[in-house]
């Protein structure tokens, strides 16, 4: 089974860059459909975005197209969020998810998790 850390969260004003890393470590890392999800405070986890582990195939959720880039290098076992022209209401605790075979948009169908990371976007 794969191992999930996220990094690259923090404070940044509504129309700036962060992002986000998932250093995966415990398995064969190019098996997995790798994929972002938020939580904001009082909402429930909605995806962001998602990837095959080939990197070859990606979707978006409405709200981040366009602004949202969803990367990955096999040979870092890692995984990217790029997010730009942030706004407030992308304010979440932004998780790393992890699913073998193929990928989702729901969380439903995850089994590993990063333990998430902080972005909070200021108007």
């Known amino acids: 089974q794969v191992q999930l850390i996220e990094s690259g969260g923090g404070l940044v004003q509504a129309g700036g860059s962060l992002r986000l890393s998932c250093a995966a470590s415990g398995d064969t890392f190019s098996s997995y459909s790798m994929a972002w999800f938020r939580q904001a405070p009082g909402k429930e986890r909605e995806f962001v975005s998602v990837?095959?582990?080939?990197?070859?195939?990606?979707d978006y959720a409405a709200s981040v197209k366009g602004r949202f880039t969803i990367s990955r290098d096999n040979a870092k076992n890692t995984v990217y969020l790029q997010m730009n022209s942030l706004k407030p209401e992308d304010t979440a605790v932004y998780y790393c998810?992890?699913?073998?075979?193929?990928?989702?948009?729901?969380?439903?169908?995850?089994?590993?998790w990063g333990q998430g990371t902080q972005v909070t976007v200021s108007s």
């Open positions: 990837l095959t582990g080939s990197g070859g195939n990606t």
């Open positions: 998810a992890a699913r073998r075979g193929l990928w989702s948009s729901s969380a439903n169908y995850y089994d590993r």
